[in-house]
Each structure stands twice: as C-alpha cells, then as structure tokens.
C-alpha cells in the first residue's frame, strides 16, 4: 500500500506577494464593555472627588491672601495683589508662632513615644506566644472603639491629681496614650508579614532580643512605621478636643485651639484674611509630611497583602 506525500510548498519567488488567510477578529464582549464602562465610570467618580478635596484646599489658600474687602466682594476672584500682610499679621499678633512651636513640641513628642511604646508592644504580640497574647491585643483594639468623649471628665480629674494639668509633657502623655491602640493594632499586623528566618540567623549569631528587634526588625518595618506615623500625625496635629479640656493655659494652647481663639477674639470685627492665613500655616506642614512620604505610605498599606 503506497502513501500519497503532500509536497512540500514551493519558496514564494523575491517580489511576490504572499496571500493572507483572513482571519475573523472576535468583537469585543459584553465583559469587555462593561469593564469599559466601569473604568469610565469610577475615573469619573475619582475625578468629581479629587476636585471636591482641591477646591476647597485651593480657595482657602487663594483667600488667605486677599484683604477683607476682596474676601466678601469677589470670593471666587483671584488676589488683586499678594497680601503678605496677612500672614505676617497671624504670625505676631494672633500668636500663631507660639500655638505652632507648642503644637510640634506636643506632637513631635508624642509621636517618637507612640511609635517606640506601640512598635515594642506589636513586636512582642506578633513575635511571641505566652499566656494572655490574645487578651492584651484584644485590649488594644477595644481602645479603638472606646469614644474618647467618654473619658474626659475622668481623665481631666487624673491628670491634675498627678500634676500634669497645663502642661506640655501631660498632653504629650495623653496623646500617646491616646494613639496606642491604633498603632499597635496597625504595627501588629504589618510585623506578622516581616520574614523570621532573618530574626532566627541573628539569634543564632548571638544577638539578644533587643538588638534583634532594633537593629534588624524595625528598619525593615520602616514602611510600616512611616505609614503609622502619618496616621498618627494627622490625628494629633488637628486634636482640638484634648487640649481644651487638659491645656487651658494661655501660653502653652496648641494650634486648633489657636485657630478657635483668633476666630473669636475680634468678635464682629473678625479679621478674616488673618484666619485664613492661620489657616493655612496649619495646613501646610500636614500636607508636606503626606507628599513627602506619600510612597512609603502607600508601600505600608500594601505590604500585608502583597505578602
């Protein structure tokens, strides 16, 4: 029995043109157009949000260089001329340099403390099993959910009784305490993603646990630190409740109860290029802290899932 063979197509010759099969393109899919619409659709959303957040932001920002007259007349106008004025008139009379040195004094202070206390505390809840492990951490997060409202009248008692009324180390205190649970419950989770092996080699080569957890765990927990600390910051930095219970102290007001007095203190009268001027000074170092370590916050929250 003979097998017929195919032969073989023969070299298409130089200058002649090759036939193409035409092949059928799908047309796109009821999928297709419905991811379509939705990637329209949530642009759409993140672009009328973006532009709500930076309306605002921009106006106060233009308004604090206008005088009082501009404010009222042609709001939505820009500045016939920049009132620099202004800003040097919040800076000296209102008092504004010395509610924003009290303030990073308070913050800067309670910042350092709330990352060292909440970064040990999550370490070792993270890192270690022993009797109770649960119990405090679930201690930690129900801090979370306890309105701090509820604890003023209480806390403004313990606070005089220890001597730390109108003071700045008391508010510094409060504050950390405040913070605490947020952060261990954030730094909790983020240490339980860090590698062992590398906490295992350095026992091994004879580290003790602090030196482990200070020259190794922390810095490769930096994203996550940072992340905390913007959170934190933010809270902090804006606190208005706190301090006017615990800091009633002329000289020693922080920021937003400096804002509230250079609102109130003309009356009718009201020096409005003034507080927006104050305004922003207060604005500004939150928005420079968040644009500076916009990327590390973002590498923060994502390392537990890309883990």
């Not at 219970?245 to 009356?267: F, I």
């Not at 003034?274 to 922003?280: E, I, N, T």
Request: no cysteine; glycine share 8%; net charge neutral.
């Amino acid at each position: 029995m003979k097998t017929t063979e195919t032969p073989a197509p023969l070299p298409a010759e130089p200058g002649a043109s090759v036939s193409k099969v035409d092949v059928p393109v799908p047309r796109p899919g009821r999928r297709e157009r419905e991811g379509t619409v939705l990637n329209v659709f949530s642009h759409g959303v993140l672009v009328i949000w973006a532009i709500m957040v930076v309306m605002p932001l921009a106006w106060a920002v233009m308004t604090s260089f206008k005088d009082d007259g501009s404010i009222f007349g042609s709001p939505w106008a820009l500045p016939d001329r920049l009132h620099f004025e202004n800003w040097a008139r919040a800076w000296t009379d209102a008092n504004m340099s010395d509610y924003f040195l009290n303030t990073v004094l308070v913050v800067g202070g309670s910042l350092v403390g709330t990352l060292v206390l909440g970064s040990m505390a999550a370490y070792v809840l993270a890192r270690f099993d022993f009797p109770g492990n649960r119990f405090i951490y679930y201690l930690f997060i129900g801090g979370m959910s306890f309105p701090i409202m509820l604890a003023l009248v209480p806390l403004f008692y313990v606070v005089n009784n220890m001597g730390l009324l109108n003071t700045i180390h008391g508010l510094i205190l409060v504050y950390i305490a405040y913070s605490l649970p947020f952060t261990v419950f954030f730094l909790t989770a983020f240490f339980r993603t860090l590698p062992t092996s590398v906490a295992e080699a350095a026992f091994v080569d004879g580290a003790s646990h602090t030196r482990t957890f200070f020259q190794i765990m922390l810095p490769m927990a930096k994203p996550g630190l940072i992340s905390v600390g913007i959170f934190n910051f933010l809270g902090q930095w804006n606190q208005y409740m706190l301090p006017t219970v615990l800091n009633t102290d002329p000289d020693k007001k922080v920021l937003t109860q400096g804002l509230v007095q250079l609102a109130v203190s003309q009356g009718y009268k009201g020096d409005w290029s003034g507080l927006f001027a104050g305004l922003v000074m207060a604005m500004l170092p939150v928005l420079g802290a968040y644009v500076v370590f916009q990327r590390q916050v973002v590498q923060g929250l994502t390392a537990g899932a890309l883990k």
